[in-house]
């Protein structure tokens, strides 16, 4: 199998990889590293969790490496536009962390926070500028960046972009680079006005593409359990008690507190249980991952950062003990489950003041989560649902279709008012492109139907889940509905965002 060594990457960005335990390139790197890095301009298709963004920001930070002119002011060498802040954000994370070892100057141009920081980034030129496209615009209109340097230019998610109405903000974008540059244009679809978008803007590109076997919405049965706060770690302690079926359970809390807290109830209940975080020497990560691997510990307690280096087969459960804030966590998180042939099951706790997460993990998936009250009575999913749309029952797979985590876009696009239809002007501050997390997570786009056409809301070739039989707590918190789990084929993805300026 191609190694990164193989794939001519230098040494640095090697180095970086071996300290994020990445061994194997992705199909995607495979395919698109050695054009990168030969300077061709190249169009993937690739979704969300196949490992894209490693497969620009590695040969992209090579190139940087060959090369290193200081940048000029308030110019960048690369842009990489992304449509929402959360994946701006992570893109530039992927870019630190893989950047480690040659520390690129690197920003984010992202609307919702204040621009004075961002003018004051780009004073001195940087070589990475990660931007959504609003916000890079008001920049560019400030003076604050010029464009005029651009060596790379990565336009990441077309679709979505599209999606959003940000057609004409990228062709003003594209009008102020160079004409002499290379360009990167990624899509987890290839609908009509995006090849054109990319036939447009690209020159004799490469065409590399992955079509994941399945992506991981649709493979993983998904709960969501209204819970008090107070009764969380009660509820998790009585589930992994009372279910024989939790091979192996990933429990993700929002903080490394939150995890220690987890862990001693669980411990104080009988259940071994280790916590995985920030905080743990190497050493202890390590003994503790080896443990968890060889079955010992069956229950491992992680942050999202934490969890990014564990590649574990075999996890049956993820629980979200604490809903992520960032919408594409959830979907990185519940894909810890299904590795290597499993389908997993992923069972989230929702505490009433998490309702808006929920509904932005909803809008995202385009899935109405099954969801049951703590004592396992079916409840509405989230207090104000996406839209109107086939909400999968508990324990029975989703009806059809891929996005940029497994929904195929509707070509037709109906207008509706489910999200906000692409729209042809261009969005102000706080725009549907630059969304909080709670806002508008689908990309505008309408909803999915029930897409099938066969009127029972599942693919042909899809069978159903059983749940099993309710678990009767005896915390005094009832019955709560349990999924079981199918083997499926394997899938792989994972994440963390977050917002850093790397140090020169
Ligand atoms: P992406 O599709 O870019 O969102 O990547 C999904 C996740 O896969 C990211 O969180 C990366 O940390 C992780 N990842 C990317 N490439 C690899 C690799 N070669 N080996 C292991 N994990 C990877």
Excluded: W
Aim: hydrophobic share 35%; glycine share 8%.
């Amino acid at each position: 199998m191609t190694s990164f060594t193989e794939l001519g990457l230098a040494e640095p960005i090697l180095r970086a990889l071996t300290d994020a335990q990445y061994t194997t390139p992705t199909p995607i790197q495979a395919q698109t590293i050695p054009h990168v890095i030969a300077a061709r301009d190249v169009v993937g298709i690739a979704q969300t969790g196949t490992g894209k963004t490693a497969a620009f920001a590695l040969p992209i930070l090579h190139r940087i490496g060959e090369n290193r002119p200081r940048p000029e002011r308030r110019a960048c060498r690369v842009l990489v536009l992304s449509p929402t802040r959360e994946l701006s954000a992570q893109i530039l994370e992927s870019f630190v962390t893989y950047g480690k070892y040659m520390r690129p100057t690197a920003t984010l141009a992202i609307g919702g926070v204040p621009i004075n920081r961002q003018v004051r980034a780009l004073n001195n030129g940087v070589e990475v500028l990660v931007a959504t496209p609003g916000r890079l615009l008001d920049l560019v209109r400030m003076s604050a960046v010029r464009l005029d340097q651009v060596d790379v230019f990565v336009l990441d998610e077309a679709d979505r972009m599209l999606d959003m109405g940000f057609i004409h903000d990228i062709r003003t974008i594209i009008s102020k680079l160079p004409s002499k540059r290379q360009n990167l244009f990624f899509s987890a679809t290839m609908a009509k006005d995006v090849s054109e978008l990319a036939a447009a803007m690209l020159k004799d590109p490469v065409r590399v593409a992955v079509t994941p076997e399945a992506t991981t919405v649709e493979r993983i049965a998904q709960q969501v359990i209204h819970v008090d706060r107070g009764s969380k770690a009660n509820l998790l302690a009585d589930m992994l008690k009372k279910e024989a079926a939790i091979d192996r359970a990933l429990v993700f809390t929002r903080t490394k507190r939150g995890a220690d807290k987890v862990v001693r109830t669980l411990v104080g209940k009988g259940i071994a249980a280790e916590a995985i975080h920030g905080n743990k020497s190497q050493g202890q990560r390590e003994r503790v991952l080896a443990a968890f691997r060889a079955g010992s510990i069956r229950t491992l307690v992680a942050t999202d950062i934490a969890a990014r280096g564990i590649d574990v087969d075999g996890i049956s459960h993820v629980f979200n003990f604490d809903l992520p804030h960032v919408p594409e966590s959830y979907v990185h998180r519940i894909g810890r489950t299904a590795r290597a042939g499993a389908e997993g099951i992923a069972i989230s706790f929702c505490e009433s003041e998490d309702r808006p997460l929920l509904r932005a993990i909803e809008k995202l998936i385009r899935i109405t989560i099954p969801a049951t009250d703590q004592r396992g009575v079916k409840t509405e999913s989230s207090d104000e649902a996406p839209a109107p749309r086939q909400s999968r029952p508990q324990g029975e797979r989703r009806p059809e279709g891929r996005s940029n985590n497994g929904a195929p876009r509707s070509n037709s696009r109906p207008g509706g008012n489910g999200g906000g239809r692409r729209s042809e002007h261009r969005p102000t501050e706080h725009r549907a492109g630059e969304a909080r997390p709670s806002e508008n997570k689908s990309g505008g786009r309408p909803p999915r139907q029930n897409g099938n056409g066969n009127g029972n809301g599942r693919r042909p070739d899809q069978t159903d889940r059983q749940s099993a039989p309710a678990v009767a707590g005896d915390t005094g918190l009832g019955n709560v509905g349990f999924m079981h789990r199918k083997p499926a084929p394997s899938h792989r993805p994972e994440g963390a965002t977050g917002e850093r300026r790397a140090p020169r």
